[in-house]
T-cell receptor, first 116, second 113 residues
Framework: DGGITQSPKYLFRKEGQNVTLSCEQNLNHDAMYWYRQDPGQGLRLIYYSQIVNDFQKGDIAEGYSVSREKKESFPLTVTSAQKNPTAFYLC???????????????FGDGTRLSIL | QKEVEQNSGPLSVPEGAIASLNCTYSDRGSQSFFWYRQYSGKSPELIMSIYSNGDKEDGRFTAQLNKASQYVSLLIRDSQPSDSATYLCAVIWSNFGNEKLTFGTGTRLTIIP
């Protein structure tokens, strides 16, 4: 079945450690996105990519990094510079990035990150 | 900063009644509007999209858009306990050719049996 796969479902980070969250899609979507959701809050955009080897910062990119070496994959690294990483991380994808009009985003099941 | 505003709730509605969820947005040029449903601990699920003024119906759900007043609403008829969730409003706005989806903080809906 086509969809977006995020792994792991739960992740724990130690002090000073970098961790990487995986996001893979087999929907042949050009655009991919990473969001962070804190309890009782909406989704905030971290990074997005409209095409392979290109990505842009969202509203809260500090302390995060991404890569887009393949169309299907958009991993997110939470670096030690992100001092408050505990949150629910959601990956999404959509088609026609330059005509986002009328194109909704579809989400993976999310990764819940906590600090040890 | 483009904004999408929702009443955070909680909104409690008796089973079988109509639940009405509202959303306002700041960018007058926005063209595409979406409603997502999110169950606790789960990812958002798209339930409605609307692009033109007026109403759009899909089963028990009706989305209403009024671009002049900059609001979009979601009506859920014959509310069921399974409709209890947080509903997120999302709006696409353009910035020099880059289009971005902005989410509201969500309205928590509880259907009372």
């Amino acid at each position: 079945d086509g969809g977006i796969t995020q792994s792991p479902k739960y992740l724990f980070r130690k002090e000073g450690q970098n961790v990487t969250l995986s996001c893979e899609q087999n929907l042949n979507h050009d655009a991919m996105y990473w969001y962070r959701q804190d309890p009782g809050q909406g989704l905030r955009l971290i990074y997005y990519s409209q095409i392979v080897n290109d990505f842009q910062k969202g509203d809260i990119a500090e302390g995060y990094s991404v890569s887009r070496e393949k169309k299907e994959s958009f991993p997110l690294t939470v670096t030690s510079a992100q001092k408050n990483p505990t949150a629910f991380y959601l990956c999404a994808s959509s088609i026609a990035p330059r005509r986002l009009r009328n194109q909704p985003q579809h989400f993976g099941d999310g990764t819940r990150l906590s600090i040890l | 900063q483009k904004e999408v505003e929702q009443n955070s709730g909680p909104l409690s509605v008796p089973e079988g009644a109509i639940a009405s969820l509202n959303c306002t947005y700041s960018d007058r040029g926005s063209q595409s509007f979406f409603w997502y449903r999110q169950y606790s601990g789960k990812s958002p699920e798209l339930i409605m999209s609307i692009y033109s003024n007026g109403d759009k119906e899909d089963g028990r759900f009706t989305a209403q858009l009024n671009k002049a007043s900059q609001y979009v609403s979601l009506l859920i008829r014959d509310s069921q306990p399974s409709d209890s969730a947080t509903y997120l409003c999302a709006v696409i706005w353009s910035n020099f050719g880059n289009e971005k989806l902005t989410f509201g903080t969500g309205t928590r809906l509880t259907i009372i049996p």
